[in-house]
């Protein structure tokens, strides 16, 4: 390890000490959980590109917490096999704010993105777009892998597609300002902190590491489900995390007693976290699989008969233009 490194692993120790998973979507643990079970269903074309981006032995796990790294740090960070700078700029980029109860919530996913595509949905977009795009650097790509990875978890959490205006027409902020407590007692909580943990409970599967959580997940995936989920589109994936938001999260969370944290409470809960995190594996490597499909070859123009002898070479080259640039 050199001292580069060792200064930057060092920070990133010490930040998540500070932060915890309290203030990142998803902990940690569920992040690596979508990367994991993303990595597993790449095509061999989209697994090529993810290792010229990333490294031969790059994977996306390696990248799945970069971005929430960048919106608290106040020095470059360690990502994978490349740094990153400072980015509180993009913390917006996180979620999409649609308001409970909201009369259109698709309209109102236009509205919370605004011109500048500040939410997930517009983001992923963009940076799927650079994934595909033959004339971006290694660094975009390098940037852009990332912030996938990492969104498209995001997306999944359903208080990043919902929030409450409060009477003073404030935001909730996904319910971030909605205090909580554990029956149980300890530290206080939030609404919004409560679901990022959910799949991290503090009773014995604490210990379950990503691998064998993403392994158990990818175990109850059906090839017919996946084939479902992967059609989704970005706003479908949204408007979903909200009705959870909507019909189950925030009812309950008004309901007497709701602000207490029950095991009831988290039993019931991390089998619908645990399946948005499924879901949101199973769609990454979709999203990636398609940014990274080999461009398709041209159709030949016309059907005059030609002799192959002597122009094998050549029409090699006409089926395979996309195959050397695959290791780049
Ligand atoms: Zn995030």
């Known amino acids: 390890m050199n001292t580069r490194r060792a200064v930057m692993t060092s920070f990133l120790i010490a930040v998540s000490l500070l932060f915890q998973s309290k203030l990142w979507a998803w902990g940690p643990v569920g992040h690596d959980v979508v990367a994991l079970i993303a990595d597993s269903r790449l095509s061999p074309a989209a697994k090529n590109q993810v290792a010229a981006i990333l490294g031969p032995d790059g994977n996306l796990e390696q990248v799945a917490n970069c971005a929430d790294w960048i919106k608290y740090a106040k020095q470059d960070v360690s990502c994978g096999n490349f740094s990153l700078p400072p980015m509180p700029e993009t913390a917006s980029w996180h979620f999409i704010d649609i308001p409970i109860n909201s009369q259109d919530p698709s309209g109102a996913i236009t509205s919370a993105c605004g011109p500048d595509g500040n939410c997930s949905?517009?983001?992923?977009?963009?940076?799927?777009?650079?994934?595909?795009?033959?004339?971006?650097?290694?660094?975009?790509?390098?940037?852009?892998?990332?912030?996938?990875?990492?969104?498209?978890?995001?997306?999944?959490?359903?208080?990043h597609n919902a929030t409450e205006i409060l009477p003073d027409g404030t935001s909730d902020r996904g319910g971030n300002l909605k205090k909580m407590t554990f029956a149980s007692g300890g530290a206080a909580t939030n609404l919004h902190a409560l679901w990022d943990d959910l799949?991290?409970?503090?009773?014995?599967?604490?210990?379950?590491?990503?691998?064998?959580?993403?392994?158990?997940?990818?175990?109850?995936?059906?090839?017919?489900?996946?084939?479902?989920w992967a059609n989704a589109s970005l706003a479908d994936m949204a408007l979903e995390g909200y009705a959870i938001a909507q019909n189950q999260i925030y009812p309950d969370y008004h309901a007497p007693g709701g602000d207490v944290v029950t095991s009831a409470y988290e039993d019931e809960m991390r089998p619908v976290a645990y399946l948005r995190l499924e879901k949101a594996g199973v769609r990454l490597a979709a999203l990636l699989n398609k940014a990274f499909a080999?461009?398709?070859?041209?159709?030949?123009?016309?059907?005059?008969?030609?002799?192959?002898?002597?122009?094998?070479?050549?029409?090699?080259?006409?089926?395979f233009p996309a195959v050397s640039s695959w290791g780049r």
């Open 294 to 319: 080999p461009a398709p070859v041209p159709a030949p123009s016309s059907f005059e008969p030609i002799s192959l002898k002597g122009k094998l070479p050549a029409i090699q080259k006409l089926v």
């Open 121 to 159: 949905i517009d983001q992923i977009e963009s940076h799927l777009q650079i994934l595909s795009d033959a004339s971006a650097t290694l660094d975009q790509k390098q940037q852009a892998l990332m912030f996938v990875t990492h969104l498209v978890g995001d997306l999944h959490q359903p208080l």
């Open 199 to 228: 799949i991290e409970p503090t009773s014995e599967a604490k210990n379950m590491d990503p691998e064998s959580l993403a392994q158990t997940l990818e175990g109850e995936i059906s090839d017919q489900d996946a084939a479902i």
